[in-house]
């Protein structure tokens, strides 16, 4: 089945510690994407990636770093200098990354991350 | 620049119809559509373009107006499964903008 996993479903972190999250897709999409959600809110962009070894800024990036080296993968880190890291962490991936166009983003089952 | 969405919520009986609007500050290229139960990841219900092209969901309908830069999303005969939090969304410059969200409860 195709389709996008990430891992853990719920993580907890020590204040000031760094953490990644994982996001591995096996759609053979180009693009992916990391959002955030707080309670109540909508999505916020942080990262998306149209090609591998190349990502872009979301409006929300300070604190957060991605890296993109190989087509299936987009981990996130969430680095001590994110002011306010609890929330739910949605992965997302589409065929293209042309932001005139955007094809369906397809969504992954997220990551609540609870930072103490 | 985050689309504005009416109502914020709204409770429906089965079988009654419902709009949500999604309205925009800045020019749109295309405004997707998303559905999210509490808990889970969204999930796609519809694309419109630019032009009037549409890709998405059988028994939900949509409209685009570019010009006003709004859309609007229509349920109708609505069925408990409807019930969840829906979400334009749409590309702005080299950002995606995910509007503030409309929650739809169907009561029986």
């Known amino acids: 089945d195709g389709g996008i996993t990430q891992s853990p479903k719920y993580l907890f972190r020590k204040e000031g510690q760094n953490v990644t999250l994982s996001c591995e897709q096996n759609l053979n999409h180009d693009a992916m994407y990391w959002y955030r959600q707080d309670p109540g809110q909508g999505l916020r962009l942080i990262y998306y990636s149209q090609i591998v070894n190349d990502f872009q800024k979301g409006d929300i990036a300070e604190g957060y770093s991605v890296s993109r080296e190989k087509k299936e993968s987009f981990p996130l880190t969430v680095t001590s200098a994110q002011k306010n890291p609890t929330a739910f962490y949605l992965c997302?991936?589409?065929?293209?990354?042309?932001?005139?166009?955007?094809?369906?983003?397809?969504f992954g089952p997220g990551t609540r991350l609870t930072v103490l | 620049q985050q689309p504005v969405q009416s109502p914020q919520a709204v409770i429906l009986r089965e079988g009654e119809d419902a709009v949500i609007n999604c309205s925009s500050s800045k020019a749109l290229y295309s405004v997707h559509w998303y559905r999210q139960k509490h808990g889970e990841a969204p999930v796609f219900l519809m694309i419109l373009l630019k032009g009037g092209e549409q890709k998405g969901h059988d028994k939900i309908s949509a409209s685009f107006n570019e010009k006003k830069q709004q859309s609007s999303l229509y349920l109708t005969a609505s069925q408990l499964s409807y019930s969840g939090t829906y979400f334009c969304g749409t590309p702005t410059g080299n950002q995606f903008y995910f509007g503030t969200g409309t929650s739809l409860t169907v009561i029986p």
């Open positions: 997302a991936s589409s065929i293209g990354g042309d932001f005139r166009r955007v094809d369906e983003q397809f």
